[in-house]
């Protein structure tokens, strides 16, 4: 049965299901050169130090003007980026890359062994404050054995190695030691001309915060041919209504993250244009929400279905209410904060104020932009209770940077180290068999505490216009323009 705490300084996240539904396949077309990828944000980016800032938005830019050691593709294979091969060794404990020896940062300065060192030097640094640095903890030693050859040797087995490299928030991002060491952490911040330099296919231009971001193509980007497009450039259209004219007009080619309540609408309108999203359930506002309460979503690894952990039941509600000592003389009251990002998390907000006001709980629901809300969360924030979707979308493991205690980002701000130790046996356990037995019983455990508390799904979608090609959908978490070109 859920215990007391589930009523006061509890998470509550809404979860994704990975049934991952690609856009249509392109036609046997010749890939054209040039034009301008105009894409639309719904929301602010936080800051452009991909090592530290939160939030998807960030992640989209940074994946597209960084390289890391590998990519991770829609059905779970590792692809080479600067990478041009790695061994594993036997134990599990060894992994040797062999870096591709035409990869230059755009600086003009060479991605070499020594710049994945001090990246991941970087992001292991306390000091650094970096989100991914939790999932580094296995790390003994990084080693650059010769130019092309890095070696990063663990202290311990890390099932999710290459997926973390690949595709854990950013992935790794190779950092330029000349430009980091040149610049401050508040130029890249800023976005200062030069202080940005990554090794992808885009070179940063421009950031104007809460106008415009804009990326040109790097040409000596280490891909034969790539990318196609001169340039994107990205506009923070904060209304959908306003995002969804600028559409219809044919001023926008791609909204990275659409807003679910108009996606009708979008459909009527623009008849052509290519809506993509993964397997969705039907949420609040439309009557019909999806219940789960496990920490991660249906249809990825070693989920397990817990519902049954905590029923809905108003006499149980109420008597936890009393055994903390609130009732009708001592009414329990809690801010519900909740952001801009999608409208839905208001709407689920509003359910969960009528649902609590039943047990004679009031929830002040307090709505906040999402650089706001990031900002509360992630540096210790006034907050009671806040919604948001922030499950797991590719393993477990994947979360620990949110969950875990010594984590930079511990949004619960719980104590507890036997969150710790759930996982770390999950993430050490190379037995895929008792790595599934370790996560029932994690699931099971979080049911019970519920630091995290998810509630129902969430819907994502990206919107393109008919004439832009080559996009390869991979949920939120991998967004790659280098092979997208223009049929126009």
Partial sequence: MCPTRVLLGLLLGTCMLLGLAGAPPAEAQTPKRGGTLRVSYGNEIAHLDFHTAPGYEMMWVAMNVGCGLVNITPDGKFVGDAAESWQVSSDGLLYTFKLKKNVLFHDGTKVDAAAVKFSIDRLMDPATGSGMRTFYESVHSVEALDPQTV????????????????????????????????????DRKQGKPGAVVGCGPFKLVEWVKGSHLVMDRFDKYFEPGLPYLDRVMIRVIKDPITEMAAFKAGEVDFIASFSPEHVDAMKAQNPRALIMTGKIVKIAFKGQATPWVGIIPPGTMDTV?????CPY???????????AGY??????????????EKSVFNVIATVIKEQMSRIGVTANIRLVDKVTWMTAANQDGPWDMYVEDLLSLLTLDS???????????????????????????????MDPVKRKAIAKEFQEFSADKLYWNAISGSPFYMVAQPWMKGYVYNAEFEVHWDKVWLDK
């Avoid at 279905?305 to 952990?309: C, G, I, K, W």
């Avoid at 009732?327 to 801009?340: A, D, R, S, V």
């Fill in 151 to 186: 070696q990063i040797r663990l202290k311990h087995p890390y099932a999710f190695m290459l997926h973390m490299l690949a595709g854990y928030r950013t992935g790794l991002i190779i950092y330029s030691p000349t430009a980091t060491q040149k610049f401050t952490v508040d």
């Fill in 305 to 309: 279905d817990v519902n049954h952990m």
């Fill in 313 to 323: 039941d108003q006499a149980r509600a109420k008597a936890l209410l009393a055994e």
């Fill in 327 to 340: 009732g009708p003389q001592k009414p329990l009251t809690f801010e519900l904060m909740t952001n801009t």
């Fill in 399 to 429: 979360n620990a940077f949110l969950s875990t205690t010594p984590a930079s980002w511990n949004h619960t701000r719980h104590t507890d180290s036997k969150v710790d130790d759930y996982y770390a046996r999950y993430a050490r356990e």
